[in-house]
C-alpha cells in the first residue's frame, strides 16, 4: 500500500515538474525576440508609406455606408400578429 502510495505522488510530483518546466523553456526559445532587429524606415520610406494609407483611407470612405439590420430574424417571422381566441366558458 506505502509503495503505490509513493509512486502515485511521485507521478503527479513529476507530471507538475514536466509542465512547470515547459513553460519555463517555452519564454526562452531562441530566434523568438519581441524586439525588431530592422533600421528605422528612412524619409522615402515614410512618404511612400503616407501615400499608401492616404489612398487606403481615400478609397474607404468612397464606399457607401452599410446599413445594418438589428433583428436577425426579421425575415423569417411573420409581420403581422393575431389577436388571441377568447375562451368559450
Partial sequence: ???REFI????SASTIWIVL?????????PGMT?????PA??????EKQKN??????SAIQKLP???KTTDPWGG??????NPPKKRQQ
Avoid: C, N, W
Avoid at 52 to 57: E, L, P, T
Fill in 52 to 57: 499608401i494609407d492616404d489612398a487606403y483611407r
Fill in 34 to 38: 519581441l524586439k525588431t532587429d530592422k
Fill in 21 to 29: 518546466g515547459g513553460a519555463a523553456v517555452a519564454q526562452f526559445l
Fill in 8 to 11: 502515485l505522488s511521485l507521478g
Fill in 41 to 46: 524606415p528612412t524619409a522615402e520610406e515614410k
Fill in 65 to 67: 455606408d452599410q446599413k
Fill in 76 to 81: 423569417v417571422r411573420t409581420t403581422t400578429t
Fill in 1 to 3: 500500500m506505502r509503495r
